[in-house]
């Protein structure tokens, strides 16, 4: 045990893989470090194991071999997950919805409504808590499954494509809400996508998964602070970033294909 | 929109009234007698006459018909939640509930009958043969169709198997449940008229079956039209009873429910 300046280890997995009953390799051994208060996104073409990398740490399944292990800070209620899609129950208000994680761990109801009510806020959905998700556009209900997630007051975010279904011009907006509230908040974050600017725009760290066979073969730091101003995305920084990340995935795919 | 509104309440209403008519003047013109076909006016006219047998017949086939839908729709719903529950137990039991489906009721109504010493329970049992398939098969669909994202956010939550059943499956299951309720209600009332006719004349309290029956009988034919004619309008007043409960409990999320424009 040495000091370090380090922060400390959030997730730390060894030589994960998974193989499904009929023989599907989802995912090769991976191995993957996350330290608390980062960012990091997985990019990769589609059926290269992301979900299932992030399925494995979340707990929704388990690896055929390896080890995940979660620093205990970040344990239950400490992990929530955002869905690709908004994954709200239709015939509940935004208010039961998000307060869902609270009802299910029994907290009090008049406890559990005032942290719903913080948990809109920080999305600004506060004036929507009486409406039903179908009466709410995609981006107003994927804002909704954020509230939902740190409503526990949740540090660690496993997020799988959150915005990856919505138009560009609003999926630009959401990542640059969300980048200001995650660095306000300090929350650690492994999103996966796939978009590349997305990638760069918000990430500390970017890790470059290939398909066949699912595993990481690339990374790069991205050393500007967070959260990057919307004008961000016109520098030449940025435009440098965003060709050698693509340069990357070529190569991925390029391994794909021999 | 307020044109189309219209036009949804007039067609059919014109329809039934060209349909009035032509039986009226087909029965004048042909000059049928009233124990071949009776036309409108005199079924009418019977039904004001008979009113006051024909409601007390009635209201023993509504309260027949009501027993064995609220029996179908707790003995079907908690079966379904067994069957959701065990994999086991839904293969064990649910070719039995598809036999009871696909035997005639008028076959087995018979030995109802003979087995079950009080009539009106004989008559409920039967109704209720009848109307519970439907809800049992669509209830445990529904039950089973919830979505794979929220049951993978409520076993991330640590929901436990209660939980998930209240809050996940049984909401999930509510536009199916009510779709088989539609069903099992026409059902239910034409159990109980089947099974009246099976039973025929025996028994103390009679049905609207026993007036049909007795009406044939006694060639009283235009009696025999006016009981039916209450036994359709019962089938559709309930109908419309089920639509509306359905419309209370979906409207604010299920598209069956949304308004919509044409």
């Known amino acids: ?258 | 929109m307020s044109d189309w509104k219209w036009t949804k309440i007039a067609a059919p209403l014109l329809v039934g009234i060209v349909f009035l008519v032509l039986w009226h003047v087909l029965v004048v013109v042909n000059d049928i007698p009233p124990y071949i076909v009776p036309g409108p006016l005199l079924v009418l006219h019977t039904l004001v006459q008979d009113w006051q047998t024909l409601v007390a017949s009635l209201l023993v086939t509504l309260q027949v018909t009501a027993s064995a839908l609220l029996l179908a729709v707790i003995l079907g719903t908690l079966l379904s939640v067994l069957f959701v529950q065990s994999r086991l137990l839904e293969s064990a039991l649910l070719p039995y509930a598809v036999v009871l489906q696909v035997t005639p009721l008028v076959a087995i109504a018979p030995l109802i009958i003979i087995w079950v010493n009080e009539p009106f329970e004989a008559l409920v049992i039967c109704a209720t043969v009848a109307s519970i398939f439907p809800v049992i098969a669509n209830t445990t669909v529904g039950l089973r169709s919830v979505d794979t994202g929220l049951i993978d956010l409520f076993r991330l939550y640590k929901a436990s198997r209660t939980q998930i059943l209240w809050r996940l499956r049984i909401p999930s299951a509510a536009p199916f449940f009510f779709a088989g309720l539609r069903v099992a209600t026409a059902l239910a009332l034409i159990g109980a008229v089947v099974a009246e006719f099976v039973a025929g004349t025996g028994g103390t309290r009679s049905g609207l079956a026993y007036q049909i029956l007795q009406a044939g009988l006694q060639l009283k034919i235009p009696r025999l039209f006016a009981a039916l004619f209450l036994i359709t309008a019962t089938g559709i007043v309930l109908f419309l009873i089920v639509s509306a409960f359905t419309r209370l409990a979906l409207r604010h999320w299920h598209e069956s429910e949304l308004p919509h424009e044409p």
């Not at chain 1, 400490?78 to 029994?106: H, I, K």
């Not at chain 1, 179908?134 to 209900?141: A, H, I, T």
């Not at chain 1, 997305?198 to 500390?204: I, K, M």
């Open chain 1, 1 to 258: 045990m040495s000091f370090s300046d380090l922060p400390a280890v959030a997730i730390d997995v060894r030589g994960a893989c998974k193989t499904y009953p009929n023989g599907t390799r989802a995912l090769e051994p991976v191995d993957l470090l996350l330290r608390e208060g980062e960012f990091v996104t997985i990019i990769g073409p589609s059926g290269c194991g992301k979900s299932t990398l992030l399925r494995l740490i979340a707990g929704l399944a388990a690896p055929t071999q390896g080890d995940i292990v979660l620093s205990q800070s970040f344990s239950a209620p400490a992990l929530a997950y955002v869905f690709q899609a908004p994954t709200l129950m239709p015939w509940a208000t935004l208010q039961v919805n998000v307060r869902l994680p609270l009802d299910l761990a029994g907290v009090a109801r008049e406890q559990a409504d005032e942290k719903t009510r913080r948990a809109l806020n920080q999305v600004r959905l506060q004036d929507f808590a009486s409406s039903f998700p179908r009466e709410l556009s995609g981006g107003m209900q994927m804002r909704a499954s954020i509230a939902r997630a740190l409503v526990t007051g949740a540090q660690l975010l496993l997020m799988d494509e959150p915005f990856g279904a919505l138009d560009e011009i609003t999926r630009n907006r959401l990542d640059s809400e969300f980048a200001e509230l995650s660095s306000r908040e300090r929350l650690t974050v492994l999103f996966v996508t796939h978009s590349i600017y997305e990638a760069v725009f918000l990430s500390s760290r970017v890790l470059v998964m290939s398909s066949r066979p699912g595993t990481i073969c690339g990374e790069i730091s991205i050393d500007l602070p967070r959260p990057r101003p919307e004008a961000f995305r016109g520098t030449a920084e940025f435009a440098a970033y965003s060709a050698k990340l693509s340069e990357m995935l070529a190569g991925a795919m390029q391994e794909d294909a021999t």
